[in-house]
């Protein structure tokens, strides 16, 4: 058993079985044996997060645990009873049995190997760890409870042991895109300001969120940071070695110091722009950002705020995602149709162009050059299925949407008011040689899917928005993928009640999840009048932290993901 510990415990320490669980799962994956190993901010993320499971100066629930959102929104306190629970079973001779079988199930020798095991690949022999629970701690007849186990425990069998906490303030609410810096804290811009009854009809924007590696908002609690009048931000949010930058709605860029939110800009750009998305940093410090609504890219050599220049690029169209790879290329995705350009970042103008088989998304770039890309639709209107006829207010010959949230609208009211449909998109698998390798990765799980990323060990995670879910994909490694799995293939698909529809999912140096809650009641989002007790529901509610599952990368993602050494 242990606790892991930060700089912020008192001088009473306790170690149970409780903290066990709180102190390994956000940092199983930097648990080699019992000792720690991992970069400066790899182990300030995982220490940092431990006290929000688990308080380690009395052994009892973290303070963040217990907030209302988590403790009655999600299975994470009760997990985590079950979970000390099983380890319980190799305290005393008594359970000599149920404690070889946790310790088979897990393949280990000891007890912090079984639970490091299970955190890792909390999916995996759930049903049996789950028996071996029921088994071991049986319903009293007379008070019809298990009067040996911690209260509460589960009551049905979970669909995995992952942990999952949900973290507001900061100005959190319709977060787009998330980033880390290199220290570990997160950064991202936000649809519309908490406590405003915003949605994509009427709205008041929001400016630009910053927490702690230990999830401590850092930024103003409703406006967050702004200082340069930015007015709501998509998926436009990046990081490079000294600033943080967001593309913001109201047709600017906006520049942040990393080391106290600092406003900087707005960025200089050589002429007019439209409303901004994808932001990506290039290896040599380039940044890229895709103007949405003006068909253009625009870019800022060497990272300088002060000289973005418009590059205008032939056939493309609402440009979406951006991405850059070792070779510095940079790859862009288009919201109106599915086309995937990519040119030199010193070459703008020798732009190529491949088809895939939807409107794309978020897109990533693997440690070996592999493109990924998430596919929403074939609709000139972004969100809409394949084949479906537009709402009654929108022509079927509708031109380009003038605006995102009118392509947000459109997309968002045809889904809500045809409820049989259920699923509609896919994962694209590009190779460094421009060929579509696999065009219809997770169909039939993908639903309306958006961010993507990729850890440590070049596999995938999709934040998957109407499924509401966090989707892990092997990568074109094999070998770093459970047994049975191949490129392509879906490793798990987690869901918690704190995870809403999420529009990102991003990996943090210690192998944690950070998903971006984006919308919360879908018809409050499209809604134009009045909603009574529900009004103020239309922002996804802050950030989600999924535990110990995604192998390390090295913060920041300037060109392709790089895995943490």
């Not at 393949?107 to 049996?128: H, Y």
């Not at 927490?211 to 103003?220: D, R």
């Amino acid at each position: 058993m242990l606790s892991v510990l930060d700089d912020e415990v008192a001088e009473s320490v306790v170690v149970n079985e409780l903290t066990t669980v709180g102190s390994i799962w956000p940092n199983a994956q930097l648990l080699e044996g019992d000792a720690l190993t991992g970069s400066a901010s790899a182990l300030a993320i995982g220490s940092g997060q431990v006290r929000n499971l688990v308080n380690p100066s009395n052994g009892s629930y973290g303070e963040t645990l217990l907030r209302s959102s988590n403790l009655l929104n999600s299975e994470t306190t009760v997990r985590m009873n079950v979970l000390s629970n099983l380890l319980g079973l190799c305290a005393g001779a008594e359970n000599t049995q149920a404690c070889d079988e946790l310790l088979s199930l897990t393949g280990s020798e000891n007890t912090l190997s079984a639970l490091t095991s299970i955190a890792r690949q909390p999916w995996k022999n759930v049903s049996q760890l789950y028996k071996l629970f029921d088994q071991s701690y049986p319903i009293d007849k007379t008070t019809e409870l298990r009067s040996t186990a911690t209260l509460p425990y589960l009551l049905f069998e979970p669909k995995s042991f992952s942990l999952s906490l949900v973290f507001n303030g900061g100005g959190a609410l319709g977060l787009g895109k998330l980033m880390f810096d290199g220290k570990g804290s997160m950064w991202s811009g936000t649809n519309w300001m908490p406590g405003s009854q915003s949605g994509v009809v009427n709205n008041i924007g929001g400016g630009v969120t910053h927490f702690g590696p230990g999830g401590t908002p850092l930024s103003p609690a409703i406006s967050g940071y702004n200082g340069q009048g930015i007015n709501g931000v998509g998926w436009g949010t990046g990081v490079s070695e000294k600033y943080a930058w967001v593309g913001a709605f109201n047709n600017m860029v906006g520049v942040f110091d990393l080391k106290d939110g600092k406003a900087l800009g707005p960025a200089t750009i050589d002429g007019e722009v439209g409303q901004l998305q994808g932001v990506a940093t290039a290896a040599n410090g380039d940044v890229w950002i895709a103007d949405n609504t003006a068909n253009h890219m625009i870019h800022f050599p060497g990272g300088d705020y002060t000289k973005g220049k418009r590059h205008t690029i032939d056939g493309l169209q609402a440009p979406f995602g951006v991405a850059v790879d070792a070779q510095n290329r940079v790859w862009v995705s288009s919201s109106y149709n599915n086309k995937l350009t990519v040119f030199p970042g010193d070459a703008p103008d020798q732009a190529k162009t491949i088809e895939v088989n939807l409107g794309g998304r978020g897109i990533a770039v693997d440690s070996t050059g592999h493109i990924w890309i998430a596919q929403q639709s074939n609709s000139p209107q972004g969100a809409l299925p394949p084949g479906a006829k537009m709402p009654p207010n929108i022509p079927a010959n509708a031109p380009q949407p003038k605006t995102i949230m009118e392509e947000f609208e459109a997309g968002a009211e045809y889904l809500l008011t045809n409820p049989t449909i259920t699923q509609t998109g896919m994962v694209g698998l590009i190779s460094p040689d421009m060929e579509v390798v696999k065009p219809d990765i997770a169909k039939g799980t993908a639903y309306i899917p958006w961010g993507v990323s990729i850890d440590g060990n070049d596999n995938v995670w999709v934040g998957n928005l109407y499924g509401q879910s966090l989707t892990h994909i092997c990568g074109v490694n094999p070998a770093n993928c459970p047994a049975g799995k191949t490129t392509g293939d879906v490793i798990h698909n987690y869901q918690s009640g704190v995870i809403q529809m999420t529009t990102d999912v991003i990996v943090d140096d210690a192998g944690n999840l950070w998903s971006a809650n984006n919308w919360f009641d879908g018809e409050v989002v499209i809604n134009p009048t009045y909603r009574g007790r529900t009004s103020t529901f239309g922002g996804g509610q802050g950030f989600v932290v999924t535990y110990g599952v995604a192998g390390p990368v090295q913060n920041p993602l300037m060109g392709p993901v790089r895995k943490q050494s």
